[in-house]
């Protein structure tokens, strides 16, 4: 019923699968970390996006963002 | 013409010429005289009234649902036939809820309810919105075979009036009764007024559910048995239009207004979803707002003819006119009450009514529905959004945790829960019910470790366990029969460690050697209502008979399950 637009979660899993794929595919263990550290930020923000119009990417954008922030912080 | 008085419940009716028979329980039937009305939208009357069905006929007066005034003639006829010929020849209106049953309407016959025949005339003896269940008697028949449940089965469970009467071979089966809902070959064996093929079922709803409808929408259970939610609704629907002279076209146009696709986006979204916390919390309170969107629908009047008329309600999506109460939300408060008071007496028609008010918000969207409208569709996910964000927040200012959050639903966490619901229905207008106090819940996540929404299991304070979607119909009986067992023993459980105990050192090995040696129905599991097992060759129809099974995929099904359980309480 009514218009059904895609679900938002699958369209930013695509979009990471995307960038496993392209991380596995350079070999880059340090950039298939990076992807695994923002995912577990990428629900928070989508959450947090839900009454915005917001593409997927920025979505994402945003949790590499949080994690690159919190990775900063664990480090000093 | 009957002499004497006839007491007694309308099952059914059928169209005879100038009369209808209309069907009592205990197949008693009595005729009475009437013409048939069939509306259409005319400028040769005087060319219709040539049918020789046709007595007479009147001019009116009505409103299409964007408000024009339009003429439209009420013919009446001796014969349903006549309405079949015309409705090939001129545009016939207002078919829906079909002419026999507006017919009956008329003559006060409403089915499932009590009436009174007499002299070739009807007494209707209880109140229209009567809540009462119809004394009639009613079964279900459900046959078996070795894999569980199958029209092709050979032996027979007969449950009469809602309880379970006997069971044995098929061909001794002997029954008569006023409705039944059968299932393969004892559809033929059974002698009913109106009987209903379970394979031939569009709807969810148990036979006592379908009668409910049948008395709720006033219409005769031949025409809803095979019908969807959505019929049954709209037929609710379209009484109240009918009543307020609103005509009911054959054919909906509602052409959508033009919007970039940005708009398109911003306004058209689902419910709010907080994405649950992973992990094992004690004591909390899952709290739902009692029909959600029908109740936004109710109150802020939403209805496909009160969306962009006037501006008495402005939102940034859309404007509501509160001028005229709407359609749908007239329809859906009546359904709301007839739910909440049914609830209190018989949860199995309470349910019938709650499906129809699931499909209510559903079917504003749908494209060939008569009365809805995306527009109007969307106004509700927004209210329901604003409100979940309302009753978050307040959570939030009463230092509540709010664990997890679906569309209607939320998992909180913390002290005071009464003034907490007391405090968000006064802000939101809208009911909140305790649906679940858990002991302990755990909250899921999917494999790759993101958090699984609506996927959970916890103990409840007043004893057994809540669990919701681990236990899959498309699981294999042997797993199925895994998981409950072992939320059995976990309903022992009362903290953290006492989980994890159980679960860790849960013994597998009698199930791990039922994948090898097991009886045959372990091995089965419905995949969209038909049974299949799986062996070296892969899957294959049940009905087939047992034809072996690959055990390493169910050894492998059960370890999966199995290390599924053991990381949520990792």
């Given amino acids: 019923m009514g218009r059904t637009q895609p679900s938002l979660t699958r369209i930013i899993d695509l979009e990471l699968e995307k960038l496993d794929k392209i991380a596995n595919k350079l070999r880059d263990e340090e950039l298939a970390e990076i992807i695994k550290e923002a995912k577990k930020n990428v629900r928070k923000i989508e959450e947090a996006a839900q009454d915005e119009l917001i593409d997927p990417l920025e979505v994402i954008l945003l949790a590499f963002l949080v994690s690159n922030r919190l990775r900063n912080r664990r480090d000093t | ?570």
Avoid at chain 2, 87 to 97: A, I, L, Q, S, T
Avoid at chain 2, 515 to 531: E, M, S
Wanted: proline share 4%; aromatic share 12%; net charge positive.
């Fill in chain 2, 1 to 570: 013409m009957p002499s004497s008085s006839l007491i007694g419940y309308v099952i059914d009716a059928i169209p005879r010429y100038n009369k209808i028979e209309i069907v009592l329980n205990g197949f008693r039937k009595a005729s009475i005289e009437t013409t048939y009305p069939i509306y259409v939208i005319t400028n040769e009357p005087e060319k219709i009234m040539q049918i020789p069905d046709i007595v007479k006929y009147y001019e009116e007066e009505w409103r299409t649902i964007d408000n024009r005034k339009i003429k439209v003639y009420r013919f009446e006829s001796r014969s349903i036939e006549a309405y079949y010929y015309l409705k090939n020849k001129v545009e016939v209106v207002n078919e829906f809820p079909s002419i026999i049953s507006q017919t009956l309407e008329r003559l006060k016959a409403l089915p499932m309810h009590k009436v009174k025949i007499e002299n070739n005339k009807i007494e209707l003896l209880e109140n229209e919105n009567s809540i009462e269940f119809p004394e009639i008697n009613y079964a279900k028949i459900e046959l078996e075979d070795w894999y569980g449940k199958s029209p092709r089965g050979k032996n027979y469970i007969l449950y009469l009036n809602g309880k379970r009467k006997e069971e044995g071979d098929i061909r001794d089966l002997e029954l008569e009764v006023d409705v039944a809902e059968c299932s393969g070959i004892s559809y033929d064996k059974v002698k009913a007024s109106v009987k209903v093929l379970e394979e031939k079922k569009r709807s969810p709803v148990s036979i006592k559910g379908l009668i409910e409808w049948s008395k709720t929408a006033k219409v005769l259970l031949r025409e809803i048995r095979y019908a969807t939610i959505g019929k049954a609704l709209t037929t609710n629907e379209a009484w109240i239009a009918l009543k307020r002279k609103i005509l009911i076209p054959r054919i909906k146009i509602n052409v959508e207004k033009k919007r970039s696709l940005d708009e398109l986006i911003f306004a058209d979204k689902g419910g709010l979803i907080l994405f649950p916390n992973t992990g094992f919390y004690e004591n909390v309170y899952q709290l739902d707002f009692s029909s959600m969107y029908p109740s936004i629908i109710v109150k802020y009047n939403i209805s496909a003819e009160t969306i962009d008329i006037c501006d008495d309600l402005k939102t940034p999506l859309h404007n509501i006119c509160l001028k005229e109460k709407g359609i749908v939300p007239e329809a859906l408060e009546k359904l709301i009450e007839r739910k909440n008071k049914l609830k209190a007496i018989d949860e199995e028609r309470a349910e019938a009514i709650k499906w129809m008010l699931v499909a209510s918000f559903g079917y504003l969207g749908y494209r060939n529905s008569r009365f809805g409208k995306i527009e109007a569709y969307e106004m509700v996910t927004y209210f329901a959004r604003e409100t979940m964000r309302k009753a978050m927040d307040i959570a939030k200012k009463n230092g509540l945790i709010v664990l997890h959050g679906l569309i209607d639903s939320l998992f909180i966490k913390g002290e005071n829960i009464e003034s907490y619901i007391e405090e968000v229905e006064k802000e939101t207008g809208l009911r909140m019910k305790i649906e679940a106090n858990f002991d302990w819940v755990i909250f899921t996540k999917n494999r790759t470790g993101e958090p699984y929404p609506q996927r959970y299991f916890g103990k409840l304070k007043n004893g057994g366990m809540k669990i919701k979607a681990v236990i899959k119909d498309n699981m294999p009986n042997l797993i199925k029969e895994f998981l409950n067992d072992i939320f059995k023993e976990l309903e022992k459980a009362s903290c953290y460690e006492e989980v994890k105990e159980i679960i860790e050192n849960f013994d597998l090995r009698e199930y791990k050697l039922r994948a090898f040696y097991g009886k045959p129905v372990d091995y089965v599991l419905w995949i969209k209502g038909k049974p299949y097992l799986r062996n070296s060759k892969g899957f294959y129809r049940a009905e087939l008979g047992y034809k072996g099974h690959d055990p390493y995929y169910y050894l492998a099904y059960l370890e999966r399950v199995y290390s599924d359980l053991l990381s949520w309480i990792a």
